[in-house]
């Protein structure tokens, strides 16, 4: 029986504007499991990296958490974590349960400080004693094969793939069991895209993280480590299930656009070539009533513009948001 580590129950995560309110994730839930890697795909602005955000509950304004509720599992309990304060849960939770690379990470270390700066502050932050930690980080540079001598650098001093990798090296310091990487492969070229994926998966074969939640608009990329695939439109969820079986046979239009759209080395796809999905992303601060997607769905229905439809569980272990595989009830 696998043991859940994150769940996350209806929950709403909108961009309050003075103007405006941006729906950037609207209603979703899912559960992360220990000892798996999930991924999160979609194009840009469907939702992702909000979702990111709120798994870490790194909400800061003009982000809201409007509805529903995340828990983590802790010690063999869950605690409630969206119930907390992000004070609350950065003191208690980050770093040591769950930790965070976040979009273009390599770009924010600040030029000034040398990367033996970032490990002193986490040990501050932990109430642990820094040449304790910089011990440990000596040899956590060394598994993601970086010098330790290089803690003493600054950032510019290091390759972009170098200072992706400290930056994972440091977010794992104290062994947490969820990590999340947002486009972690985004700004880098292909040889380094490899050697971070390598990275990720000898931490989590080694223990030091149990979970990966690995957010991506790269099937490609994502396909090469995950167990199972969220597939995220318009801030919602619109399938979910184990990676292969996404990949053999994709449920949700969307899902088939998506791998339609990817050039991959399979005969098949160098006969079949590549095609776009028509259209263009939906307005999240007036998306389209029933199914987001059916503006630019092949197989759109009547009843796609006016409800909308649930995730539902349409086979063991698969589930799907489209009128196509939810029967003539729902029709």
């Not at 004070?87 to 273009?104: A, C, H, L, M, N």
Request: neutral net charge.
């Amino acid at each position: 029986m696998k043991e859940v580590l994150l769940k996350v129950e209806n929950a709403k995560a909108y961009y309050k504007l003075e103007k405006a309110t941006v729906k950037a994730v609207d209603n979703v839930s899912f559960e992360i499991y220990e000892g798996e890697v999930i991924g999160i795909v979609g194009e840009s602005g469907s939702g992702k990296t909000t979702l990111s955000n709120l798994i870490f509950m790194n909400m800061l304004k003009p982000l809201t958490l409007v509805d529903g509720k995340i828990f983590l599992k802790v010690e063999g309990r869950f605690e409630e974590i969206s119930a907390m304060s992000r004070e609350e849960v950065k003191r208690r939770f980050w770093g040591r349960d769950i930790t965070i690379i976040p979009q273009s990470a390599m770009n924010a270390l600040m030029p000034t400080l040398k990367m033996s700066k970032y490990v002193e502050h986490l040990a501050e932050s932990h109430g642990i004693e820094p040449s304790e930690l910089l011990r440990k980080a000596e040899e956590r540079f060394k598994e993601v094969g970086l010098n330790p001598l290089w803690l003493n650098r600054y950032p510019f001093e290091l390759s972009g793939g170098m200072r992706q990798r400290a930056v994972i090296a440091i977010a794992t310091l104290l062994n947490p069991k969820l990590l999340v990487a947002d486009e972690p492969t985004s700004a880098l070229d292909v040889v380094n895209q490899k050697v971070l994926l390598q990275v990720l998966m000898q931490l989590k074969r080694a223990g030091i993280v149990k979970s990966i939640v690995f957010i991506t608009h790269d099937i490609a990329t994502i396909r090469q480590i995950a167990d199972r695939m969220i597939i995220m439109y318009a801030g919602k969820i619109v399938e979910f299930s184990d990676m292969e079986k996404i990949l053999e046979k994709p449920l949700h239009p969307y899902t088939t656009g998506l791998l339609n759209s990817v050039l991959t080395p399979e005969p098949e796809i160098r006969t079949r070539g590549i095609s776009v999905i028509p259209g263009a992303p939906a307005n999240l601060i007036n998306p389209p009533s029933g199914c987001r997607f059916h503006p630019r769905c092949p197989y759109a229905m009547d009843i796609c513009k006016e409800k909308e439809p649930e995730l539902i569980e349409v086979e063991t272990g698969r589930r799907v948001a489209c009128f196509l595989h939810q029967g003539a009830k729902e029709l």
